[in-house]
């Protein structure tokens, strides 16, 4: 950790920061996609480009 932390010019106390910071997005995305998955097998519908972009207008 040291040398990742001079390598970067950082302190360890910012790569511990980052690093932490770093996991909980990532958790967050896994938990994200979980739940997104859960409502797609519940639901499995999915639309093309061309009909989300005339749904809203872009086309």
């Known amino acids: ?11 360890i106390s910012e790569v511990i920061r980052k690093a932490t ?20 097998e519940k639901n499995p519908v999915t639309y093309s480009h061309d009909n989300v972009g005339k749904e809203l207008g872009f086309l």
């Open 1 to 11: 950790m040291e040398q990742y932390a001079m390598l970067y010019g950082m302190k």
């Open 21 to 40: 910071m770093q996991m909980i997005e990532d958790e967050m995305d896994i938990q994200a996609f979980k739940e997104a998955k859960e409502r797609f």
